[in-house]
């Protein structure tokens, strides 16, 4: 993903086919071919590979109008990894200057020390309770999850399994309470968990900024603390972050980089929570949650191909606990990590589509293990709450 000329095989194998069209979201909103995975990979190979056509602000458009979901990728029958030829582009066309110098270094420094501290974290207080961020972000927890919780958290009864949770950047900052459910309901179960001391961000808001040495950077941190626990797995309650480890890590570094077995080794050990659990089984029965809720697939879903029926699944065994499922599930809700920035309008179409569906089925909590997509959805979901499919387990266990 460092370099496009070793996709250039790849991208000779878009046979044209289309069936990317019935998946692409941004597509769906503005029906631009130009827009269309096919057309997209045409476009980068003149401009990129070939050098026929300048890069122009249309073609930079073209790059950037796109939500990374991996839509594309999972439906080409040629197994043309779109969004990762896409990233390349990115990293091309850009070299990591997408922002201007302030905002880069912003970018940097959250994601190094995973979310707003000190000054940074202050200011983002602030500039949040003056209403100069986007509604989409809500406010930043006044503790975050690493404050409150560090390394070992004990099995409640005899241990069965040791886990490595790795706390997204969002849950950390933003979503303490799916931390905490996380590490709650993987104990109540008789699974022990390791917070490990050095985690930073799992680098997908730079491979969106076609930023790939600072996703390297990431991932030259992330991979020597997480590859070196002595753990049966390493889980995470992001999808997008669970992709990033599993399907691009290694992805990221060069052929011969050193680091590159232990990126491979790792991503056989890495779950996104429910879909571990769901796998490994409950110890606790939960008791009776009469509730009903709605569940929201992540875009980010690629990388295992069980973590989308994961919740589905889990929550399945909550008596009383009822599903309400959406007409289309798997349909994007339009945040596309920061891409609802860029593109308001265009993000705010997609999601009132995902909302109308929503709607429809008179459900009162939303579940989606992304939490790009939590914060997308809920400021205009005003019927009730949107949360992680853990934060329910940890509800009816009433932990
Ligand atoms: S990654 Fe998503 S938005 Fe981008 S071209 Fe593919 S389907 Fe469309
Ligand atoms: S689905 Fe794949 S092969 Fe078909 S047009 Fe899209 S990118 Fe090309």
């Excluded at 309008?345 to 997509?373: M, N, S």
Aim: neutral net charge.
């Amino acid at each position: 993903m460092h370099d496009l000329e070793p996709y250039r095989d790849m991208m000779a194998k878009c046979s044209h086919c289309g069936l990317c069209q019935a998946t692409c979201p941004v597509y769906l909103e503005d029906f631009l071919q130009t827009h269309l995975a096919r057309a997209r990979m045409d476009l980068i190979r003149a401009v990129l590979l070939e050098g026929e056509i300048p890069v122009t602000k249309r073609f930079r458009e073209v790059l950037d109008r796109c939500l990374l979901c991996t839509n594309c990728s999972r439906t080409c029958p040629a197994g043309v990894p779109v969004d990762e030829i896409i990233a390349a582009a990115r990293n091309q066309v850009y070299q990591g200057k997408r922002r201007d110098p302030v905002r880069r270094q912003l970018l940097r420094r959250f994601m190094n020390q995973r979310g707003m501290k000190g000054l940074m974290g202050m200011a983002g207080s602030v500039a949040h309770k003056m209403g100069w961020t986007p509604e989409e972000l809500p406010a930043p927890a006044s503790k975050p999850f690493e404050k409150r919780f560090k390394g070992r958290i004990p099995a409640k009864g005899k241990a069965r399994a040791r886990v490595a949770y790795f706390v997204g950047c969002a849950t950390n900052t933003l979503y303490p309470d799916t931390g905490k459910a996380v590490i709650n309901v993987l104990a109540h179960n008789d699974i022990e968990v390791l917070i490990p001391e050095g985690q930073v961000c799992c680098g997908m808001p730079a491979l969106a900024e076609g930023d790939l040495p600072l996703v390297q950077e990431m991932m030259r941190k992330n991979v020597p603390v997480l590859a070196g626990c002595d753990v049966d797995a390493v889980v995470t309650d992001c999808t997008s972050c669970g992709m990033m480890f599993k399907a691009k890590a290694a992805k990221t570094l060069p052929e011969d980089d050193p680091l590159r077995p232990q990126a491979e080794a790792l991503a056989e050990k890495v779950w996104e929570v429910t879909d571990y659990l769901n796998q490994i089984g409950l110890t606790a029965e939960p008791p009776p949650l009469p509730e009903s809720y709605t569940y929201h697939i992540p875009c980010h879903r690629g990388w295992t191909p069980t973590v989308d029926d994961a919740p589905r699944n889990l929550l399945g065994k909550i008596p009383e606990a009822e599903l309400i499922e959406l007409e289309n599930p798997d349909k994007c809700c339009g945040a596309g990590g920061t891409f609802f920035m860029d593109f308001k309008e265009l993000a705010a179409d997609i999601r009132t589509g995902k909302l109308a569906d929503i709607r429809q089925t008179g459900a009162k909590t939303v579940l989606t293990q992304c939490p790009a997509c939590r914060s997308f959805l809920r400021t205009q979901f005003e019927d009730g709450q949107v949360t992680h499919p853990i934060v329910l387990l940890a509800k009816a266990y009433g932990i």
